[in-house]
């Protein structure tokens, strides 16, 4: 993790440009990648940069928040989709935002949700 970095368990574990993953409430950057969804939350309060690991999965298909703003529809599916926030994904990369992974449908119980492969 990036020195003062906290990261939440289930949500987008994204890496700036300098390789270390970034805090869960930071600012989203076009710059920033998408490792995968943290396993566990992890805390680097008080550590420099690298001095606390966190596990993140991937190669998966993961539930989301699909965006209240830009909505992920159907018409969509199989295509890339963005980070809006470190639970949520949007439709187009609007002011930058980093890919997240690939919409591969929505949820039945949780209308609010869409399935993204990363």
């Known amino acids: 993790l990036k020195a003062g970095a906290v990261v939440l368990v ?3 574990a994204l890496v700036d440009d300098t390789g270390f993953a970034v805090a869960s409430t930071a ?3 076009a ?6 969804v943290w396993d566990s939350s992890a805390d680097n309060t ?3 940069s690298g001095d606390v690991q966190a596990c993140v999965r991937r190669k998966k298909q993961f539930l989301f928040r699909n965006s209240t703003t830009d909505a992920v ?4 599916l199989g295509e890339d989709v963005f980070v809006e ?5 949007a439709k ?3 002011a930058g935002l ?4 690939k919409f591969m449908g929505f949820d039945t119980q949780f209308t609010d949700c869409v399935w993204v492969e990363i």
Not at 73 to 76: I, N
Request: avoid cysteine; hydrophobic fraction near 30%.
């Open 73 to 76: 529809t159907q018409a969509e």
């Open 85 to 89: 926030d470190n639970q949520t994904v």
């Open 98 to 101: 980093p890919v997240a992974g």
């Open 31 to 36: 710059t920033q990648k998408v490792m995968g």
């Open 27 to 29: 600012a989203i950057a």
């Open 46 to 48: 008080d550590g420099e």
């Open 10 to 12: 289930g949500t987008f």
């Open 92 to 94: 187009t990369t609007g």
